[in-house]
DNA sequence: AATCCATGTGAGAGCGCTCTCTTGACAGGG
DNA sequence: CCCTGTCAAGAGAGCGCTCTCACATGGATT
């Protein structure tokens, strides 16, 4: 008691309370508040009460460092964004994948370390820190196909899992949701609208979803008996105003479209008023679903459908696969392609009263 | 040499060598290593190149837990956004904040630790970990009236900046933007166009934005001898669908304005659209201006004036107020207010041509 | 009654690092 | 020639924790 007192002041920053301290208090060792402490079933009822208390007295909180010392384990998980280009700045979706991740996480007491490497140098340094093992895991989140972090990660042995699916072959765990099939419905959806000339704003194609989406786009047009044809496809980034850019050429090149498939929300918004600044209504002359179901698609004019993708769920189970291969000793990679579902809304509504 | 191999070759985990066994390759102390990795100027040159040779040899990492346990600093800094609407979803606000704060941390080596609470439940939480001590200083970010969070922060000693200024007088460092004279600026703009019907949609009260854009409106208002009127203002949260609403409300009871500051650009774009389906031309009808500068401002139609905060800035200064505060024997709060600059765009060109 | 095992608890080593204190070498002043 | 001052480098303690091992106890088994 006196003991706990001849330790200065300054330490309330430190969060105060040792095992030491605990153990001197409810009149037992060090090591026995260690299995209090873990929850080790191997301590009697009386004894737990006891160190309990003293915890609660003392309002003791173990320190990481020491326990990380000799548990060789971080307790934290690195959460790399490493997305080069304007996009992380508009689409909601790293917010709500963030959201996802942080509530597995802190629902498992580890740490989310958040990385966000900005150019190539930065990517190097993150590379780096994580080959040296600062984290027991990573997650990363946007894979552009050039991108040199898996290989490094996965060289250095830190687990790993990636979003969305890798392009080319490589032996890692990766959550992504079933881009080709979500895009698929989209399309059949504005075929069965009775549209005929569909076109579509592709995302990026250096990256699973804007390859899987027009996939999907060109897979609907084949079941309907439509063909694919090139003059029907742009290409653009994943924001607003990369999908304005992308329609204005799509509709300088096929004035005649009467449907667009969006690769996300944001490119739809951008289309949508690049439609109707052309006199073209929507959904009348021209039907639009995008992808994502983000919170702008219930407030555009009109409302958009869309592909729902299970933003928040995609980061759960980032966080689940990668928790189970660092703690199993599960070495084989495992996969989840999540659902989509589609939503109707008034973007998409049907050419004449069926 | 031979010790060096004779650890586990699972090690590749934890980064492997250690201060020992650099400082046997090397052919000096421990310490003299910790000397060399740490800069520490009391190193004759041949000595610091034998050093610093092992090490790369080693591929040697300083192991932070270890380090950790007798510095008593984490090295990592938390930071908590703590919003509990949908803000956070839709916003391109928080992506852009974080980037600049991570800029900032990671050139000082400090990791960023993200908390994202979601319910009262885990704010609690939250607290409970923060004022463990885990982190050496933390980041409080999109500040409310009712939060809990710097009250208890505060009192258990850690250092913190927050951000917005929050309102109720505190003790605390903030970073913020001047809000009301960048609020003020724009209306002033709008009534130099011509204008003299001028509507807000205010941001949420109860945060400092909210309530100084609109203090900076009627400022403004008073300024051109316009004197204010509540039926042109309105409130919504930050977000598209809210300003469509607030849009709505004020169109119905005020439908002679002649234009409207809007206190985010999303709330712009939801007012903008609203605006379009009433029929009103904008900026001939009716002239909107927004506040932010998001990437959402220059793909409406028209593309939006609107002012712009340095939004990365504040994370810098945010971090940098931090790491002062950790550092230094400063114990007094700070504060920092950025300016504003009002960005030009069509959406609040002059009524009728000068 | 002697032996066994199961169970609860304590003693003590050691994780990798920093930092104070001490030692050793050498230069210059008395 | 000894003493002192300066500077580089080493020795060693100790940060707070976990975990292995040893030990004590008591009831069941032979």
């Excluded at 009460?49 to 003293?54: D, G, N």
């Excluded at 991740?101 to 190539?120: E, F, G, H, K, T």
């Excluded at 407030?299 to 459908?305: G, H």
């Amino acid at each position: 008691m006196e003991e706990a007192l001849t330790t200065p002041g300054r330490d309330s920053r430190t969060g105060g309370a040792t095992l030491e301290q605990v153990a001197k208090v409810a009149g037992v060792s060090r090591a026995t508040v260690s299995r209090v402490v873990n929850g080790s079933p191997r301590v009697s009822g009386d004894v737990r009460r006891a160190v309990e208390a003293a915890v609660t007295e003392l309002g003791y909180v173990p320190n990481r460092a020491a326990r990380s010392l000799v548990t060789r384990r971080s307790d934290s998980i690195a959460v790399v964004i490493a997305e080069p280009s304007g996009r992380v700045f508009s689409d909601p979706f790293f917010p709500r994948l963030l959201r996802g991740i942080s509530a597995s996480l802190s629902a498992r007491d580890l740490q989310l370390v958040l990385l966000m490497p900005s150019s190539v140098s930065e990517t190097h340094r993150t590379a780096d820190y994580l080959a040296a093992g600062h984290v027991d895991g990573v997650l990363l989140a946007s894979l552009h196909d050039d991108d040199p972090l898996p290989g490094r990660i996965a060289a250095a042995g830190i687990p790993m899992v990636v979003s969305p699916r890798p392009r080319r072959p490589m032996s890692v765990s990766y959550v992504d949701v079933d881009n080709r099939g979500g895009a698929n419905s989209a399309v059949a959806h504005l075929v069965a609208a009775g549209r005929r000339v569909i076109a579509t704003v592709a995302g990026p194609l250096d990256m699973a979803p804007g390859v899987d989406r027009l996939a999907g786009y060109r897979d609907a047009l084949l079941d309907a008996g439509l063909g694919s044809d090139p003059s029907l496809e742009v290409v653009a980034d994943f924001t607003q105003e990369g999908g304005a850019k992308a329609m204005e050429r799509l509709l300088s090149a096929r004035p005649d479209i009467d449907a667009v498939f969006a690769a996300s929300d944001l490119i739809a918004a951008g289309a949508l008023s690049v439609l109707a600044a052309s006199g073209r209504r929507v959904p009348e002359d021209v039907a639009v679903v995008g992808f994502d179901d983000s919170p702008v698609a219930s407030s555009t004019r009109p409302a958009l459908t869309s592909v729902r993708q299970p933003i928040e769920e995609m980061g759960h189970e980032m966080a689940r696969l990668l928790i189970d291969s660092i703690e199993g000793a599960d070495r084989a990679p495992r996969r989840v392609i999540l659902a989509t579902e589609l939503i109707r809304r008034a973007s998409s509504a049907g050419r004449r009263v069926p």
